[in-house]
Each structure stands twice: as structure tokens, then as C-alpha cells.
């Protein structure tokens, strides 16, 4: 089976942000672009192997992350019920970089068809790095889940006002907000507690502004 590329769509290929490999029914490594190059494939580049073979770099990624169970998953997942190439699959993975920092990539499969077949024996994957969208959506998960902790009844001290909250612990109005809001305090006395306080100064609250 021989393909022709056009100059503009290997300058395509090359030049696009997205890290693209294409890939053969055995999972071997056909074509890179620069973006995979200097991308998702650098922390495994130390073996041939882990280079060439897209499964073999999934499993040796899988290996190394944190959350050992899914990453696995995914790797079996590719392994058993994509090939033969026939449909487009979409997976969301997260990489844990030699620095120690986590980064989500949205891997696309597409199969290269080349004429009125249905199934095919080439594939184009794409590493998209996701990792600011996924940062913007754990904050608004967080936000979301803080405000929902301020509806419905608080138990709260009948006597010195301190709040019990999830984790069945007092804790003092103040401090509840802080851990459950964005809110911070700041000190004042209301008229009320300075008349009922300090009297012999309840009269300047009464002078005109």
C-alpha cells in the first residue's frame, strides 16, 4: 500500500502543535512529527525500543504513573480492541513528568483510510496537551463543591456559636468560612457589643457623623 503526501501536508504534519505519530497494525512507529519528538515520547526515549513501538511506550508510561490501575487499563484497552483500525477512539491520560509535574493529554486515534475499505491497516494518534483545561475544570469542581457545602443546615453551638462541620469538628464561624469559602476576615466591634461592653463610650455612637 503506498501513500503520496503532498509538501503542504507534510509541512502540516510537521508544523502543528499536536504531537502526531502514525501507526501500523503491529503498533510499530511509521512517522513523527516534531512536536512528538520533543514532546510525550522523551522521558521513555532512553530505549529503542519504547521509541518505536507505541505499546510498548504506552505500557512503559503506564508503569511509572502513580495511578497504576487505569494507566494499565488504557495500555490493555489499545492492545485488544482497537486493530484492526475502524473507528475513532478518544482517551484522556495523565503523564507524570520527570520533574515530578502531571500532565493530561487527549490521545485521538483516526484511521487512514485509503479507499472504499472499512477497516484499514494505518492509524494517525495525537498527544493534545489538555492540562490547563483540566487545572480550569478541577477549580470550577472545587468551587462548585464549596459552595454546595453552604447549603442545607449547619449544626451550630447554641451557646458559643461554634460550627460542626463534615468531619464532626467545632470550629469557630470564622475559620469554617475561610476553609470552605475564599472569604476572609477582619476584625471590628458592632455598636451593640460596644454599648453592651464598654458603656462609658456608648455616647460617641450617638454624636452625629
Same mark, same amino acid.
Given at each position: 500500500?503506498?501513500?503520496?503526501?503532498?509538501?503542504?501536508?507534510?509541512?502540516?504534519?510537521?508544523?502543528?502543535?499536536?504531537?502526531?505519530?502514525?501507526?501500523?497494525?503491529?503498533?510499530?512507529?511509521?512517522?513523527?512529527?516534531?512536536?512528538?519528538?520533543?514532546?510525550?515520547?522523551?522521558?521513555?526515549?532512553? +530505549?529503542?525500543?519504547?521509541?518505536?513501538?507505541? *505499546?510498548?511506550?504506552?505500557? @512503559?508510561?503506564?508503569?511509572?504513573? &502513580? =495511578?497504576?490501575?487505569?494507566?494499565?487499563?488504557?495500555?490493555?484497552?489499545?492492545?485488544?480492541?482497537?486493530?484492526?483500525?475502524?473507528?475513532?477512539?478518544?482517551?484522556?491520560?495523565?503523564?507524570?513528568?520527570?520533574?515530578?509535574?502531571?500532565?493530561?493529554?487527549?490521545?485521538?486515534?483516526?484511521?487512514?483510510?485509503?479507499?472504499?475499505?472499512?477497516?484499514?491497516?494505518?492509524?494517525?494518534?495525537?498527544?493534545?496537551?489538555?492540562?490547563?483545561?483540566?487545572?480550569?475544570?478541577?477549580?470550577?469542581?472545587?468551587?462548585? +463543591?464549596?459552595?454546595?457545602?453552604?447549603?442545607? *443546615?449547619?449544626?451550630?453551638? @447554641?451557646?458559643?456559636?461554634?460550627? &460542626? =462541620?463534615?468531619?464532626?469538628?467545632?470550629?469557630?464561624?470564622?475559620?469554617?468560612?475561610?476553609?470552605?469559602?475564599?472569604?476572609?476576615?477582619?476584625?471590628?466591634?458592632?455598636?451593640?457589643?460596644?454599648?453592651?461592653?464598654?458603656?462609658?463610650?456608648?455616647?460617641?455612637?450617638?454624636?452625629?457623623?
Amino acid at each position: 500500500m503506498r501513500y503520496v503526501t503532498s509538501d503542504l501536508e507534510s509541512l502540516s504534519f510537521q508544523s502543528t502543535n499536536h504531537q502526531l505519530i502514525i501507526v501500523d497494525q503491529h503498533w510499530m512507529i511509521r512517522s513523527c512529527n516534531r512536536a512528538w519528538e520533543r514532546g510525550f515520547h522523551r522521558p521513555f526515549s532512553h +530505549t529503542a525500543r519504547c521509541h518505536r513501538h507505541y *505499546l510498548h511506550l504506552m505500557e @512503559a508510561w503506564a508503569a511509572q504513573q &502513580k =495511578d497504576i490501575l487505569p494507566a494499565t487499563t488504557f495500555a490493555q484497552d489499545l492492545r485488544h480492541n482497537v486493530v484492526p483500525f475502524k473507528q475513532t477512539h478518544t482517551y484522556d491520560i495523565s503523564v507524570t513528568t520527570p520533574y515530578n509535574e502531571e500532565r493530561w493529554f487527549r490521545v485521538e486515534l483516526t484511521p487512514l483510510y485509503d479507499g472504499p475499505a472499512m477497516d484499514t491497516a494505518l492509524a494517525l494518534v495525537a498527544h493534545t496537551d489538555i492540562t490547563e483545561q483540566k487545572k480550569t475544570e478541577l477549580q470550577l469542581r472545587q468551587a462548585l +463543591t464549596e459552595a454546595r457545602t453552604l447549603f442545607g *443546615l449547619l449544626p451550630i453551638c @447554641a451557646v458559643c456559636k461554634h460550627i &460542626k =462541620d463534615e468531619s464532626e469538628e467545632w470550629s469557630s464561624v470564622e475559620h469554617y468560612l475561610e476553609k470552605h469559602t475564599s472569604a476572609e476576615f477582619t476584625h471590628d466591634i458592632c455598636p451593640e457589643c460596644i454599648r453592651r461592653l464598654y458603656p462609658k463610650y456608648s455616647n460617641v455612637l450617638d454624636q452625629p457623623h
